[in-house]
């Protein structure tokens, strides 16, 4: 299995304890998604997130729909939390977000994601194709929808 690593950091103008409670809540997750995922949390009513809590998504990649199950593994409120998928359309999903101070007004988050496609050489010669780059354009869209929620 051959796992691939994208990592995004970015600096917010915001103490960390506030932007982890921005990630904390994971049907934020829906504002700073693009809309052409059609990404929606399904998982009923309020999500209590501690390791074991188990959130479910529903999306679309490439008109295709997407049902999607992860689960929180590690819990370390205002410095880090990794969500992993259990069932969903990659062979690996393991997502690290990081959340550091800078100075006393501002945090650096960083995310880091090692994942791996499914089905051997065609799952590399998807990623190639799209995955790699939808991952980039999703992180990147992201990036841009906290940087403004958090202005």
Excluded: C
């Excluded at 921005?22 to 998604?33: K, P, Q, S, V, W």
């Excluded at 997130?49 to 992860?70: F, N, Q």
């Amino acid at each position: 299995m051959k796992v691939h690593v994208l990592e995004r950091s970015q600096r917010l103008p915001r103490p960390p304890g506030e932007v982890f409670a921005f990630f904390a809540d994971a049907h934020n997750l829906e504002a700073i998604t693009p809309a052409w995922l059609r990404f929606r949390i399904v998982t009923p009513g309020r999500i209590t997130m501690v390791p074991g809590a188990l959130i479910e998504y529903r999306l679309r990649l490439h008109g295709l729909p997407v049902r999607w199950l992860t689960r929180i593994e590690d819990w370390e409120p205002g410095r880090r939390f990794v969500d992993a998928q259990v069932k969903g359309p990659y062979r690996l999903w393991h997502h690290t977000h990081t959340f550091e101070p800078d100075g006393e007004h501002a945090t650096i988050v960083h995310d880091e994601v090692r994942y791996a496609l499914p089905l051997g050489p065609l799952g590399e010669l998807a990623r190639r194709a799209f995955v790699a780059h939808d991952l980039a354009r999703i992180f990147d869209y992201r990036l841009a929808s906290v940087s403004k929620v958090m202005a």
